[in-house]
C-alpha cells in the first residue's frame, strides 16, 4: 500500500504508528491473562517488579502487568466508542448543516454550539454522578462520545460549504443526483481525511477525560482502566508508600499513548491534506 | 540598432520529478534558440503546458528544483560584454534582477506582500535597491512613478487584496519597471482579466517600452494581445521553438502549419466561415512523439516526420521555422 | 413564438458588508430576454456584470429577488426537479472543477443515466453514453475509468457537454466554456454548439465575455454591463455596428488578431465596480465619452433602434413616443 509506504518516511509516524502497535498487542495480551483482574488477593502484595511479576504488585493484591493490559484495552475501547460514536453523530450533522445550508445549518449549528459552549466538566461529573451504579466501558464511551462530536461537526461542515461552492458539485446536481448520494460520493472522499485524523483526537480527548473522572472516583472503579489504575494508586497511597512501580506503570503507559496518538493525528492530516492528495491522484 | 540584449544557445531546462521512487522526466524547454534583440517587444505564443513559462523562468534565471538547467546557456548582454548567467553567482545575479532584467511572474499576487501596503512595498523595494534613499524619497519616487504610467495615485494607499485584478496586475508591472531594466519579462500578465482591462494593461506595458526604450518579454497564449502589441513573435510547440518571424509575417504568411492552425482558429469580427481548431490534444511532455513533435497533429504530415526532428533554419530573411516542408532560404527569395 | 426559454423583468439584489455600513447590490437589474428554439443566444459582458449570477438563476442554483423564468410553460422554482429534467442543461467554466478530482469522470455519466432512467441495463447505458460522446468527437473507450486530471481541458470541456447531452436537453447553458480552454482548441468547443443547434435544434444560451467567438457562433446577442442589459439585436447589428457607448468601448477594445490594426486611443479604468454598481443613472456614465447631465440622474430605458434594443439616453430623444 503506497500510503502506508509514503506515511512510514515520516519519523513521527514511524515512531508512534510502532508505539501503538505495541500497546495494542500489549491490550491484547490481556485475553491470555492468568489472573481476573477484578479479583483481589489473588497474589502476594506490594511485590516490585521481578521475572514471577514483571511489573510487580500492587496493595490489592493484583499483578500490574496484566491489570495494565487490561487497562490499555479497556481505555482503547472507551476512546473508540467515545470516537467512533461521536463521529457518527459529527460527519452527518456536519454534512447537513453544510449542504442544505439556511434554517437546517442554522438549527444544527446552534445545537453543536450549545455543546461547545456549556461547562461540559461539570456536566460530566453530573451525569456520571446519576449513572455511576450501571457505569461499564460503553456507558461511558457513549457519554464521552455524546460530548465530543461538536467541534468536529463544525469542522468538517465548513470543509463541505467550501466544497458545495466548487463545480463539481453543480456537475452532480445537474446529473440528477440526491443529497444522500452527494455526500456519499462527492464530500465523504474530501473529508475523509479530517474524520480520520479528528477520530484520532477524540480518542486521545476520550482517554485523557476517562482518566480524570477516574481520579476523581467518578467511574466504575471495578473496572481496571488507566485511570482507575492511578485512582487505587494514589488511593493506597503508593507514591508516599514507595511503591513507584505500581503508580509510574499507569502514567508512563498514558504518557505513551497520549504522544503517539497525538503524532500518529498530526503526520497523517499532513499528509492527507487533500491538496497534496488531489496532486498525487494527479501524479 | 537591432544588437542583441539576450540570447540562449540549445537551452534545455527539465523538470526532474520523483513520483513513487519512479523518476518522470518533463521536457519543457528543449533547445531553444533566442535571439532577442534591444528595444523590441517579443512576444511567445504557444498552447498551456508547451513549456513557454518555464522558458521565461529560464531566461529570467529562476531555476528552482524540481526545473534543472539540463545544458545550454542563457546568455545578457550587459553594457557590451556578454555573460552566460549559469556561470554568475548568487549576489551577481541579484544586483542584476530588477536593474538589468525584471521578471513579472503569472498571478501577480506572488510579488506584492499582501500585509503591506503598496507605498511600502515600494519604499521597501527602493530603498533596497536604491542606496541612499530616505524613507520620504523614496516614496517621491514611488509616487512619481506611478503617476507617470498613469495610475491612479490613491493605489498607494491600499493593500494588493483592495485593488481589482486588473489594476494590482498593472502595478506589479509599474513595480518591474521602476529600476528602468534593459528587459522586462512579463509572464501572462492579460490572462484572467477582461477586455478593457487587458488594454489598459497593454497600454501600460507599450509605455513602459516607449518611455525606457527597453526589451519586453511577453508570453501569452492570446494571439490577439501578441498581434496588438509584440514586434517579433515566437511560437513554441512541445518545448521547442518552432517559428520566429515579424508580427505582421506571422499573422500574414505563417509558414509553420502549427502557426497557420494557431492564426486560422482564431474568430474574426465580420468574417463567420468556418473555422477549426487545432486537432487533438497538445503532446505530454513527458512522453513526446518521435521526430517533430507536431506530427501526430499535423495535416501535411510526412515519412520524415515521424523519425527525425526538423532543424530550426533561417527560412526567410528574418524568418525562421522548423517544419520538414520548409527548406532554407539558398538564394534569397523574398519574403 | 415559441420561445426555449423566456426571461421577465428578473432581479437580484445581495446585501454586502456589515450590519453596520450595508450595501445592497443589484447584481442582476430588470433583465428581460427569450431564447427561440434552435438559437444560440450570447449573454456577454465583463467579469461582474451579472452575466453569471444569471445563469445560475436560470439552472435555479440561486432564487431570483424578483421576475419569472420560464421554460416550455414552466416557471422556475415550482419543481426544481423537473425544472432541470425538463431538458436544462449546463457546461462550467473550469473544466478541470467540472468534475471531483477524487472521482473516475465516468461515474458522473452513469449517474445521469441511472437518475433519470435514460436506459434499462449497464449495456444500454454504456451505449448510449458512446452516442453522446461521439457526438463531441470521442469514444466510450478513450474515458471510461479515467480522473478528470487524466484529460486536457479541451477534452473535458467535450466530456462535460456529453454528459449534458445525456438528457437530452432543449436548452444547453454554457457558462464561460472556452474561457479556460486554450486559443487553439476554443473553436471546437464553439463548433460543437453549432453542430448541436443544426443536428439536434438545441437553443444554447452562450455566456461569455469573449466577443469574437459570440459572433462566430450566436444568432443574437445581449451586452450586459452592471447588472443591466444595455444593447440587444442580431450578433451583426450589435457588435458590428455597436450603438451603446459601452458596447464600442468592449468592441473597440478586444485585441484583434492582424498587427495592422492595433488599438489607438486610450482607456479610462480609474472607477471601481462598486461605484459603478451604486450609480443612480445609467451605469456608464462615468466613463462614458458622451455622457448628459440626464445620464447621471436617472438610468435610461431599453429603446428600439431597429431591432436593437439600447439602454442610452442618445436615441431618446424622437423614438421614446413612438416605441415606448
Known amino acids: 500500500m503506497n500510503l502506508f509506504k509514503d506515511l512510514w518516511r515520516d519519523n513521527r509516524f514511524k515512531i508512534s504508528f510502532t508505539i501503538l502497535c505495541i500497546l495494542l498487542v500489549y491490550g491484547g495480551l490481556s485475553f491470555f491473562s492468568p489472573y481476573d483482574p477484578t479479583l483481589w488477593h489473588e497474589v502476594p502484595r506490594d511485590l516490585p517488579p521481578s521475572s514471577e511479576h514483571l511489573l510487580g504488585t500492587e496493595s490489592r493484591g493484583i499483578d500490574i502487568f496484566w491489570e495494565a493490559s487490561f487497562a490499555v484495552r479497556n481505555s482503547f475501547i472507551i476512546a473508540l466508542i467515545a470516537g467512533i460514536i461521536s463521529r457518527m453523530i459529527a460527519v452527518p450533522v456536519a454534512m447537513l448543516a453544510g449542504y442544505k445550508g439556511g434554517m437546517t445549518d442554522r438549527v444544527m449549528m446552534f445545537i453543536s454550539d450549545s455543546f461547545l459552549v456549556i461547562p461540559l466538566f461539570l456536566i460530566l461529573v453530573m451525569l456520571t454522578l446519576l449513572v455511576r451504579e450501571s457505569m461499564n466501558l460503553v456507558t461511558l464511551g457513549l457519554l464521552l462520545a455524546i460530548f465530543g462530536w461538536a467541534w468536529d461537526a463544525r469542522v468538517i461542515r465548513s470543509e463541505i460549504l467550501s466544497l458545495r461552492e466548487r463545480e463539481f458539485t453543480r456537475t452532480a446536481i445537474l446529473s440528477g443526483t440526491g443529497t444522500l448520494r452527494m455526500a456519499m460520493n462527492e464530500y465523504l472522499p474530501f473529508v475523509m481525511p479530517l474524520v480520520f485524523a479528528t477520530l484520532i483526537n477524540v480518542m486521545s480527548w476520550a482517554i485523557g477525560l476517562e482518566i480524570t473522572l477516574a481520579i476523581l472516583g467518578l467511574t466504575n472503579l471495578d473496572i481496571p482502566t488507566l485511570g482507575t489504575m492511578i485512582f487505587w494508586a494514589l488511593s493506597y497511597q503508593a507514591a508516599l508508600l514507595g511503591y513507584w512501580w505500581w503508580l509510574l506503570t499507569p502514567v508512563i503507559l498514558s504518557i505513551l499513548l497520549f504522544t503517539s496518538l497525538y503524532w500518529l493525528s498530526s503526520s497523517i492530516s499532513e499528509y492527507l491534506d487533500p491538496r497534496s492528495r488531489i496532486q498525487r491522484v494527479g501524479a | 540598432m537591432n544588437d542583441t540584449i539576450l540570447s540562449t544557445e540549445g537551452l534545455k531546462a527539465f523538470y526532474v520529478l520523483e513520483v513513487y521512487g519512479e523518476q518522470k522526466v518533463v521536457k519543457a524547454v528543449n533547445e531553444v534558440e533566442l535571439d532577442i534583440r534591444e528595444n523590441e517587444i517579443y512576444g511567445i505564443a504557444g498552447e498551456s503546458g508547451c513549456g513557454k513559462s518555464t522558458l521565461l523562468k529560464a531566461l529570467a534565471a529562476v531555476i528552482e528544483p524540481p526545473l534543472r538547467l539540463i545544458s545550454g546557456k542563457v546568455i545578457y548582454h550587459v553594457d557590451d560584454k556578454t555573460v552566460d548567467v549559469s556561470t554568475l553567482d548568487s549576489e551577481t545575479l541579484r544586483r542584476l534582477r530588477w536593474d538589468f532584467i525584471s521578471y513579472v511572474p503569472q498571478g501577480s499576487m506572488s510579488v506584492l506582500n499582501p500585509v503591506k501596503r503598496l507605498k511600502d512595498t515600494y519604499q521597501d523595494f527602493i530603498i533596497s535597491h536604491l542606496e541612499g534613499k530616505s524613507r520620504e524619497e523614496a516614496f517621491t519616487l514611488a509616487r512619481q512613478h506611478i503617476a507617470e504610467l498613469g495610475l491612479p495615485p490613491q493605489v498607494m494607499d491600499s493593500y494588493p487584496h483592495q485593488l481589482s485584478g486588473g489594476m494590482r496586475q498593472r502595478v506589479t508591472i509599474a513595480l518591474a519597471a521602476l529600476l528602468e531594466p534593459n528587459i522586462i519579462i512579463a509572464d501572462e500578465p492579460t490572462t484572467a482579466l477582461d477586455v478593457v482591462v487587458q488594454r489598459g494593461v497593454v497600454q501600460l506595458l507599450r509605455d513602459i517600452q516607449q518611455k525606457l526604450n527597453n526589451t519586453i518579454i511577453l508570453v501569452t497564449h492570446d494571439m490577439g494581445v501578441h498581434a496588438n502589441v509584440a514586434d517579433r513573435i515566437g511560437i513554441m510547440y512541445a518545448g521547442k521553438m518552432v517559428e520566429e518571424a515579424s508580427s505582421e509575417v506571422i499573422f500574414g504568411e505563417p509558414l509553420h502549419p502549427y502557426t497557420q492552425y494557431l492564426i486560422n482558429s482564431l474568430p474574426v469580427f465580420g468574417d463567420k466561415s468556418p473555422r477549426e481548431s487545432v486537432p487533438g490534444s497538445p503532446p505530454s511532455l513527458i512522453d513526446l512523439p518521435t521526430g517533430c513533435a507536431f506530427h501526430p497533429r499535423c495535416p501535411y504530415v510526412m515519412d520524415i516526420c515521424k523519425t527525425k526532428t526538423p532543424d530550426y533554419i533561417t527560412a526567410r530573411p528574418n524568418h525562421k521555422v522548423a517544419c520538414w516542408l520548409i527548406e532554407e532560404d539558398g538564394d534569397g527569395k523574398s519574403a | ?324
Open chain 3, 1 to 324: 413564438m415559441e420561445k426555449v426559454l423566456n426571461v421577465e423583468h428578473l432581479s437580484k439584489v445581495y446585501s454586502i458588508g456589515s450590519i453596520t455600513s450595508r450595501v445592497r447590490i443589484t447584481a442582476v437589474d430588470d433583465i428581460s430576454f427569450t431564447i427561440r428554439p434552435g438559437e444560440i443566444f450570447a449573454l456577454a459582458g465583463e467579469s461582474g456584470c451579472g452575466k453569471t449570477t444569471t445563469a445560475k438563476m436560470v439552472l435555479g442554483f440561486e432564487k431570483p429577488t424578483a421576475g419569472t423564468i420560464e421554460h416550455k410553460g414552466q416557471v422556475s422554482g415550482e419543481n426544481d426537479k423537473v425544472w432541470l429534467t425538463e431538458g436544462v442543461q449546463a457546461i462550467f467554466q473550469d473544466p478541470f472543477g467540472t468534475f471531483n478530482p477524487l472521482r473516475t469522470v465516468d461515474r458522473y455519466f452513469f449517474e445521469t443515466v441511472q437518475n433519470y432512467n435514460l436506459a434499462d441495463n449497464k449495456e444500454g447505458a454504456i451505449e448510449l453514453i458512446d452516442q453522446k460522446l461521439r457526438s463531441v468527437g470521442l469514444t466510450y473507450k478513450e474515458f471510461a475509468g479515467k480522473y478528470p486530471s487524466e484529460f486536457s481541458g479541451g477534452q473535458l470541456q467535450r466530456i462535460s457537454i456529453a454528459r449534458a447531452l445525456l438528457t437530452d436537453p432543449t436548452l444547453l447553458i454554457a457558462d464561460e466554456p472556452v474561457s479556460m480552454v486554450d486559443a487553439s482548441l476554443r473553436m471546437s468547443i464553439v463548433n460543437l454548439f453549432n453542430k448541436l443547434r443544426t443536428e439536434l435544434g438545441m437553443s444554447v444560451l452562450y455566456i461569455t465575455h469573449d466577443l469574437a467567438t459570440a459572433y462566430y457562433v450566436c444568432d443574437r446577442i445581449a451586452i450586459m454591463f452592471r447588472g443591466n442589459i444595455v444593447e440587444m439585436g442580431s450578433v451583426e447589428e450589435v457588435l458590428m455596428h455597436p450603438k451603446h457607448p459601452y458596447t464600442q468601448l468592449l468592441r473597440e477594445s478586444i485585441p484583434e488578431a492582424d498587427p495592422a490594426r492595433r488599438w489607438v486611443g486610450r482607456v479610462n479604468l480609474n472607477e471601481t465596480e462598486e461605484e459603478e454598481y451604486l450609480r443612480k443613472g445609467c451605469k456608464f456614465a462615468g466613463r462614458c465619452p458622451v455622457a448628459m447631465d440626464v445620464c447621471k440622474q436617472k438610468p435610461p430605458a431599453d429603446i428600439a433602434v431597429g431591432d436593437v434594443l439600447v439602454k442610452c439616453y442618445q436615441f431618446a430623444e424622437d423614438m421614446v413616443p413612438e416605441h415606448a
